[in-house]
């Protein structure tokens, strides 16, 4: 059971991750109120790494900013190695 909470709950994180960058990008477009750039990160780092990461480029959005370009990969790479250190552990 914690399992599939655990999927459902990455999958919601990613899908919000995506969400809020083409929401930004809109934003940003219309010269309106912005998304900080604390919440985009803050969303990567509590699992939306995959969503934010591919929103960036399939918006082409912040994808000039050098510490999105090696932030988000960079944060996808830590989870993927702690995911793979939790799984380690459980065989």
Request: charged share 15%.
């Amino acid at each position: 059971m914690g399992r599939e909470i655990f999927i459902g709950y990455l999958i919601l994180i990613n899908i919000i991750g995506f969400s809020i960058m083409g929401i930004d990008k809109r934003r940003a477009k219309k010269h309106a109120w912005r998304i900080p750039e604390k919440m985009l990160f803050l969303t990567s780092l509590l699992g939306g790494s995959i969503g934010t990461w591919a929103g960036m480029y399939v918006f082409r959005h912040k994808t000039k900013h050098w510490y999105f370009v090696v932030g988000m990969p960079a944060i996808l790479l830590l989870q993927a190695a702690g995911l793979c250190w939790m799984v380690a552990r459980m065989t």
